[in-house]
């Protein structure tokens, strides 16, 4: 089966950076997307095709892509920024698309 | 505005059958694929199926093929899983979302608000 890795936490203080990695396990793909989920919510769109913006997303949100890894960056990080992450590719080969573990940003 | 609004989850027996639909409304529904995504109480995403703007096209979690099917009516701009076979591991919110592009990778940009299934 398919996993992308990403670590279950990461606290950062407001106004400071936070990133977020998620590791792509030899899983064949091309992009990576990036989803905001608050407690209760659906999830949100924030980064996709490695670095795009959906609009209304502000710039503080940034994504980069190689090989193995990709990285989501909060930057200015503010309190309405808590939430869980995820990562998602689309795995060519299988036409699967596959979903990250997750991770919760805390704001401290 | 576009929306999307998923009905039909409820609570049903091991090894039944549930019906899921989703309303589309706000744009072009036959121009893009769906997704239907679930989320365990407590647990991350989970990818259940994908449907292609036509519906000539369909994929499926391995954790759910063979039991659940995948399907659309663009004239009606509606999409549908049918849930045979339930588990109780199929236990979860369901979310419709449509794909961002009429290409297939370029992430998912409207969710439903999720229809409650539990088994």
């Known amino acids: 089966s398919y996993v992308l890795i990403q670590p279950p936490s990461v606290s950062v203080a407001p106004g400071q950076t936070a990133r977020i990695t998620c590791e792509k396990n030899n899983i064949e793909s091309k992009s990576v997307h990036w989803y905001q989920q608050k407690p209760g919510q659906a999830p949100m769109l924030v980064v996709y095709d490695d670095t795009d913006r959906p609009s209304g997303v502000p710039e503080r949100f940034s994504g980069s892509n190689s090989a193995r890894e990709a990285t989501l960056t909060i930057s200015r990080v503010e309190v309405g920024d808590e939430a869980d992450y995820y990562c998602q590719v689309w795995a060519t080969g299988s036409g699967h698309y596959v979903f990250g573990s997750g991770t919760k940003v805390t704001v401290l | 505005e576009v929306q999307l609004v998923e009905s039909g989850g409820k609570l049903a027996q091991p090894g039944g059958s549930l019906r899921l639909s989703c309303a589309a409304s706000g744009f072009a529904f036959d121009d893009y694929g769906m997704h239907w995504v679930r989320q365990a109480p407590g647990k991350g995403l989970e990818w259940v199926s994908r449907?292609?703007?036509?519906?000539?096209?369909?994929n499926y979690a391995a954790s759910v093929r063979g039991r659940f099917t995948i399907s659309r009516d663009n004239a009606k701009k509606s999409l549908f899983l049918q849930m045979n076979s339930l588990r109780t591991e199929d236990t979860a919110v369901y979310y419709c979302v449509k794909e961002n592009s009429d290409s297939p990778d370029y992430g998912m940009d409207v969710w439903g608000r999720g229809t409650t299934v539990t088994v």
């Open positions: 449907i292609s703007w036509s519906g000539d096209s369909l």
